[in-house]
Each structure stands twice: as structure tokens, then as C-alpha cells.
């Protein structure tokens, strides 16, 4: 309802405003060339592995295990994660340190580049071309200023006893 001069009313006449767009911040990084997005809350540390474990039987997406700064955590390859192909040798590899559920996981990507601020406005349908893998791990997609951003569910990310569609 807007007055005879098209302002608004007051709440007290009934109009209430609408909530702004929600923003929330995503940390990037980039595997096989894509750029992608991780909640920004999931985020604790970004470091070099210098050792892997390899964990036998494991699923695909593990890697091995490594040591954080004294903690052995899970280490996973985003781009097996994604269906990708695997790139150079895992050794010395960057990954992110993230805490999930009570456990630790060291995401293997290729590159880590800023973070960047997203709002629901800028929030788009899944575009047709992403894999089905990829988007049973995408929390949202966000269009840019020059391109487009996947956000991931971590939940889904670092769920291994859902099929991947990753092959070995």
C-alpha cells in the first residue's frame, strides 16, 4: 500500500518493509580451473600437506590421512570429490583445514583466491550444464560480476557414503 503521493505507509498502517538481501561471504578456491566457493564458517586454516598416508580400501575421494599441526585429519581431493581429473602428485598439495561434525578434514585444491561476498539477489537456479555430481554437492549458485560461483553443502562435500559418481 502506498500513499496518494506513492510513499509507503507506516507499519501502523499495515506495510511492513521488505528484509534486505542476506549476504554472506565465500571463501574461493579453484580445482581443474573452475572457480568455487566453501562457507566462509567452515574455513580454519589453509596450509601445504608435505605427507600423505594412504588410507587402503578407502573411498576414491580420500587421499590419505595427514598431520595439522600434530592432528592427523582426512585428507580429500576436491577434484575426485568433483569427478575431475586428478592433477600433479598430492604431496605438497594445498589444502584447507576444516572442522566438520566433530571431525577434521584437509581439502585438497589446486589454488585458494579471496573472499568474496554473495547476496540472495545475486542467487541463480543450478544452470544446466553442471554435472548431476556437482549438484548433488552444491548448496547455491551466485552470479558474479564476470562469471558465475558454486557454493558447496559441506555436509554433501564430506559425505562419502553417498555415491559420488567419481571412478577410480
Do not use: W
Not at 13 to 36: D, H, N
Not at 82 to 102: F, V
Not at 143 to 161: K, N, P, T, Y
Request: charged share 20%.
Amino acid at each position: 500500500m502506498t500513499t496518494s503521493q506513492g510513499t509507503p505507509r507506516p507499519a501502523q498502517f499495515g506495510y511492513t518493509p521488505p528484509p534486505p538481501p542476506r549476504k554472506i561471504g565465500v571463501f574461493t578456491v579453484t580445482a581443474a580451473g573452475e572457480r568455487l566457493g566453501l562457507p566462509v564458517g567452515c574455513v580454519h586454516t589453509i596450509f601445504r600437506v608435505s605427507k600423505i598416508t594412504p588410507v587402503p580400501l578407502g573411498p576414491p575421494e580420500i587421499v590419505g590421512l595427514v598431520n595439522l599441526r600434530g592432528k592427523i585429519v582426512t585428507a580429500v581431493s576436491l577434484r575426485r570429490r568433483l569427478g575431475l581429473p586428478d592433477g600433479a602428485s598430492h604431496e605438497d598439495a594445498i589444502a584447507i583445514g576444516i572442522e566438520h561434525r566433530g571431525e577434521s578434514f584437509a581439502l585438497l585444491v589446486d589454488e585458494v583466491g579471496d573472499v568474496v561476498t554473495v547476496s540472495d539477489d545475486s542467487r541463480i537456479a543450478a544452470p544446466a550444464n553442471l554435472s548431476p555430481t556437482r549438484v548433488s554437492v552444491t548448496s547455491a549458485v551466485y552470479r558474479l560480476e564476470h562469471e558465475f560461483i558454486s557454493v558447496f553443502d559441506m555436509d554433501a562435500i564430506l559425505e562419502f557414503g553417498r555415491a559420488s559418481g567419481v571412478r577410480q
